[in-house]
């Protein structure tokens, strides 16, 4: 069983169009983030949630909407894709507040803005 | 917020030999003390992790040791092989909903 999966694993769309990457984990986690990896392999945290409740926005551009459902879903949709936007977008679970532990990664996205 | 800075950003070992990598970071408030593992085309995964009432432990050929005066933490791998080729990072946090990653370390074993 997978414990963090995200789909799909590839994209790759032109300039200006719209995305949607989705995140399921099934761990019990009450914590779930959306990274950033660049071509440099930085990973810059984006997003996370809470028990479904935006804790953390890294100063991410409007045009990323998260958006979590229940505890075991968070979701990022993009709009008005730019060239910048190409990287790997990891989402993972665990963690978070008081129960700092060990986060766990989904395989990736890897976004391709043409 | 947290600073951490990863030192060697690259590193290069003959199989058998051994690797550290050293994390420096700023918050003395830091309390979780991991490391994670990424191979090509995967996600990090955590490959030793220490919190801040212990200063080394050790699983098979991987350690970590903590100097929280110092603020820094290493990671140390003995008899490296060719499959721990792969990139790694330290990301030392404070509890918060925030974990800051430090830029990585390209780590190559040549057979």
């Known amino acids: 069983d997978t414990a963090v999966s995200q789909t799909p694993k590839y994209l790759v769309t032109q300039m200006g169009n719209d995305k949607s990457i989705k995140c399921e984990q099934n761990?019990?986690?009450?914590?779930m983030y959306w990274y950033k990896q660049d071509s440099k392999k930085f990973l810059k945290i984006m997003f996370s949630?809470?028990?479904?409740?935006?804790?953390i926005n890294e100063t991410v551009p409007n045009r990323f909407s998260p958006k979590s459902p229940d505890k075991a879903h968070l979701n990022l949709h993009i709009n008005s894709l730019e060239l910048g936007d190409s990287a790997v977008y990891f989402c993972?679970?665990?963690?978070?507040?008081?129960?700092?532990?060990?986060?766990?990664f989904g395989e990736g996205s890897r976004l391709t803005v043409l | 917020g947290e600073n951490v800075e990863q030192h060697p950003s690259t590193l290069s070992v003959q199989e058998g030999d051994s690797a550290v990598i050293k994390c420096t970071y700023s918050?003395?408030?830091?309390?979780?003390f991991p490391w994670y593992k990424q191979e090509l085309g995967k996600g990090p995964q955590l490959i030793i992790d220490?919190?801040?009432?212990?200063g080394e432990k050790k699983d098979q050929r991987i350690a970590v040791t903590l100097n929280k005066t110092a603020k820094h933490f290493s990671l140390h791998i003995t008899e490296t092989q060719p499959e721990d080729s792969a990139v790694y990072f330290c990301?030392?946090?404070?509890?918060?909903?925030?974990?800051?990653f430090g830029a990585g370390t390209r780590l190559f074993v040549k057979a």
């Open positions: 918050d003395s408030a830091s309390n979780y």
């Open positions: 220490i919190r801040s009432n212990v």
């Open positions: 993972a679970s665990g963690g978070g507040g008081l129960n700092t532990g060990e986060l766990f």
């Open positions: 761990l019990g986690h009450d914590t």
């Open positions: 990301a030392p946090n404070t509890g918060g909903f925030k974990t800051i």
């Open positions: 949630y809470n028990n479904k409740e935006l804790i």
